[in-house]
Each structure stands twice: as C-alpha cells, then as structure tokens.
C-alpha cells in the first residue's frame, strides 16, 4: 500500500506570511496527488490537486509543487489570511481492484495569527 | 446538489450497544468510502464500494464493525458492540469513476462517542 508522512504537525504563522506543509509518500507508481483543508467541525475539502507530469501548479495564493524523484511534495500558501486556518490533509492514491483509493497524511494544523 | 449526506451528526452511546451510521452519496456517484477520523491516526480508510460492492474491505479494524451498500443511494456503517476506542468522527466520500479529474467528495461525518 501507500504510506504517506506529513510535516509539521503544527504550524503558527503571522498574517501575511507564508506557510509550506511538507509529504512524501512511498509508492513511486502515484501520479496524482490532492491536498484537502478541513475548517474546524467542517468536512475536507479539495482545494488543489497535482499530476506526475507537472512539476508546479498554482491557483492564486496557494501553490503545490512535487519532485517525483524524491517522492514528496508540498503545500505552499503566500500571504496568509486567518481563514486559511484549517487542517490541511495531503493525500497519495494507491491502486488496486482496476481503481485506486486515497492514503491521506495525518494532517497539519495551521493557525494564522491576526 | 446536496452533496453526500451523513447521519446522525452527533451520536452517543454506551459501551456494548450498537450503533448505526448512513451515508447517502451524491447522485451518480459509483464509488463510496468510510473513513474514520482520530488525533491519533487521522483519516483512515475503513470499507469502499464500486457499484454497491465491496471491494476492499481491510482497513476495517475488527469483526465488530460491517458495512453494507443496498443500492446506490445508501449506504450503513455498524459497530456492533461499540466501545470507547470506536469514538471518532466517521466520514462517508463518494466519487464518479476512478478518474483522477473526479475529486472525493466527503460528507460533514457523523461524531461518534462511545461512553
């Protein structure tokens, strides 16, 4: 199966800077990568997804970035607002049964501070 | 759309009773997972189904716990007897197809507390 570690657990940052939440994952056939942020008492949501063949991809203040070769990649969020508080949860799939299910990392809590 | 829908929200019970969770997926949705959710361990993946069938099973932690998928719009978790170690929260996802372009969709998860 797919083992995927999360880095850090916990993260305090000062509106307006930036946060970064590592994972690396062990399977290197995994070509598809989703983050999901979970708000406090609220179900996770999808808010960005990478494939194998880019390396980059952004969508206005949060960005992913992998690096297939060491297997990990990352969660990147610039200018920091307290609603970007959450869990943020990194996922690998793991393939079987002709379809595949996600391994999600433990989550890392992140607190803005105003 | 209502997106998938869990209940109870919020279930407490005592040790050695059974309890009962459902999920309704979203309409169209093929696929359909459990997962619990603990400090511990984070989110983990318990039962899915394709097509209302099992196919992989073995993140179901013991005899206690079963899973069943009568038709497409419903789905139950069952503790049967619950204990305190089973308090979590229990999420219920679906998706269309095994396409990456179709994301996991997860209800608001039922919290569970095993007294």
């Known amino acids: 199966g797919e083992n995927v570690e999360q880095h850090p657990s916990t993260l305090s940052v000062q509106e307006g800077d930036s946060a970064v939440i590592k994972c690396t994952y062990s399977?290197?056939?995994?070509?598809?990568f989703p983050w999901y942020k979970q708000e406090l008492g609220k179900r996770p949501q999808l808010i960005i997804d990478?494939?194998?063949?880019?390396g980059e991809k952004k969508d206005q203040r949060i960005a992913v970035t992998l690096n297939k070769t060491a297997k990990h990649f990352s969660l990147h969020i610039t200018e920091t607002q307290p609603e970007d508080s959450a869990v943020y949860f990194c996922?690998?799939?793991?393939?079987?049964?002709?379809?595949?299910?996600?391994?999600f990392g433990k989550g890392t809590k992140l607190s803005v501070i105003p | 759309d209502a997106g998938v829908i869990q209940s109870p929200r919020h279930e407490v019970t005592e040790m050695g009773q059974e309890v009962t969770l459902r999920c309704k997926p979203i309409?169209?949705?093929?696929?359909l997972f459990w997962y619990r959710q603990t400090m511990m361990r984070g989110l983990e993946l318990l039962i899915y189904?394709?097509?209302?069938?099992?196919?992989?099973d073995s993140g179901m932690p013991e005899d206690r716990f079963s899973a069943k998928m009568p038709n497409a719009s419903f789905s139950t978790l069952k503790i049967q007897p619950s204990e305190p170690r089973d308090s979590a929260v229990y999420f219920c996802?679906?998706?269309?197809?095994?396409?990456?372009?179709?994301?996991?969709?997860f209800g608001n998860g039922t919290r569970l507390t095993v007294t």
């Open positions: 399977d290197s056939a995994s070509n598809y």
């Open positions: 996802a679906s998706r269309v197809g095994s396409s990456y372009n179709s994301p996991l969709h």
């Open positions: 996922a690998a799939p793991y393939s079987g049964a002709g379809s595949y299910q996600l391994t």
């Open positions: 189904f394709n097509n209302n069938v099992p196919i992989d």
């Open positions: 990478i494939r194998s063949n880019v």
């Open positions: 309409s169209g949705h093929d696929y």
